[in-house]
């Protein structure tokens, strides 16, 4: 697919997707929503990639929804937005590919939700973020209530929503929204490296484990423990669990083949 603000580039087993569209901001519409929701199912099926990295051109990560066509928008297609935009990031979110968001700019509104669909989160020293749509007498609608005090706990996700202000990237490390923080200019490549580490483990236990902390984080501990207690006896059931162990005790990296990634 061609997509007009979207960038993909491949290296190895590692896929970089930039948003592109960098005089608004990189504002979300629903043009560079389809083609995001488009970019994710591509890279989804791509048997080659096991690692995502997102990030945004210019001075925004994404500085939001473009309010100028959320501003036209009448009741049932706000409803629409807010359910195509949370169909966006629950593919993000469950996909069985490892997704890192390398925040390199303003990540607010949509674009902190986007952030937060993904598995992990490398800030640039620049960054700012925040849920700011109480100030525009909206509120969050890509989940961002949700994932926001699953991340950071109920009571300082409120104080973000409810005031609306963003916060720069070492409050966001201080309180668990963001993984890490490094200097801008090596953003990318701090991403990078992050994603190699990654590629290091066995690829079907990454998505085993993907997979049950995603499931269990909504269950109570006894169901999320069992789930575990599953897919722990599903990796003894692989070639790739006996090769981890054998090259663990001949003092060797394990040899991954290509059909168990």
Same mark, same amino acid.
């Given at each position: 697919?061609?997509?007009?603000? %979207?960038?993909?580039?491949?290296? &190895?087993r590692v896929a970089v997707l930039t948003i592109n569209r960098p005089d608004v901001l #990189?504002?979300?519409?629903?043009? %560079? =929503? &389809?083609?995001?929701?488009?970019?994710?199912?591509?890279?989804?099926?791509?048997?080659?990639?096991?690692?995502?990295?997102? @990030?945004?051109?210019?001075? !925004?990560?994404?500085?939001?929804?473009?309010?100028?066509?959320?501003?036209?928008?009448?009741?049932?297609? !706000?409803? *629409?937005?807010?359910? $195509?935009?949370?169909?966006? $990031?629950?593919?993000?979110?469950?996909?069985?590919?490892? @997704?890192?968001?390398?925040?390199?700019?303003?990540?607010?509104?949509?674009?902190?939700?986007?952030?937060?669909?993904?598995?992990?989160?490398?800030?640039?020293?620049?960054?700012?973020?925040?849920?700011?749509? +109480?100030? +525009? &007498?909206?509120?969050?609608?890509?989940?961002? /209530?949700?994932?926001?005090?699953?991340?950071?706990? =109920?009571?300082?996700?409120?104080?973000?929503?409810? $005031?609306?202000?963003?916060?720069?990237?070492?409050?966001?490390?201080?309180?668990?929204?963001?993984?890490?923080? =490094?200097?801008?200019?090596?953003?990318?490549?701090?991403?990078?490296?992050?994603?190699?580490?990654?590629?290091?483990?066995?690829?079907?236990? %990454?998505?085993?484990?993907? @997979?049950?902390? #995603?499931?269990?984080?909504?269950?109570?501990?006894? /169901?999320?423990?069992?789930?575990?207690?599953?897919?722990?006896?599903?990796?003894?059931? $692989? *070639?790739?669990?006996?090769?981890?162990?054998?090259?663990?005790?001949?003092?060797?990296?394990?040899?991954? @083949?290509?059909?168990?990634?």
């Amino acid at each position: 697919m061609v997509y007009n603000y %979207l960038q993909i580039e491949k290296e &190895g087993r590692v896929a970089v997707l930039t948003i592109n569209r960098p005089d608004v901001l #990189n504002a979300m519409d629903w043009k %560079l =929503v &389809g083609e995001l929701e488009a970019a994710v199912d591509e890279l989804s099926q791509d048997k080659e990639i096991q690692v995502i990295i997102i @990030t945004g051109t210019g001075k !925004a990560f994404v500085a939001g929804a473009d309010i100028k066509a959320m501003a036209e928008m009448d009741s049932i297609e !706000a409803r *629409e937005f807010a359910r $195509t935009g949370q169909r966006l $990031t629950a593919k993000l979110e469950n996909m069985e590919k490892v @997704t890192i968001a390398a925040i390199n700019g303003y990540a607010f509104g949509g674009g902190c939700e986007l952030a937060m669909a993904c598995d992990l989160r490398i800030a640039s020293d620049k960054m700012k973020i925040g849920q700011p749509e +109480l100030k +525009l &007498g909206i509120i969050p609608g890509w989940a961002g /209530t949700q994932r926001l005090s699953r991340l950071i706990g =109920v009571a300082k996700a409120k104080e973000l929503i409810f $005031t609306g202000e963003p916060i720069d990237a070492e409050e966001a490390l201080r309180i668990g929204l963001v993984n890490r923080v =490094v200097p801008h200019d090596s953003l990318l490549e701090e991403a990078k490296k992050l994603a190699r580490k990654i590629l290091e483990v066995g690829p079907i236990a %990454l998505k085993l484990a993907k @997979t049950v902390i #995603n499931r269990g984080i909504d269950a109570n501990f006894t /169901t999320a423990s069992s789930y575990e207690a599953e897919a722990f006896g599903v990796a003894f059931a $692989t *070639e790739e669990a006996r090769e981890g162990m054998r090259a663990f005790i001949e003092k060797r990296k394990p040899n991954w @083949t290509k059909e168990e990634r």
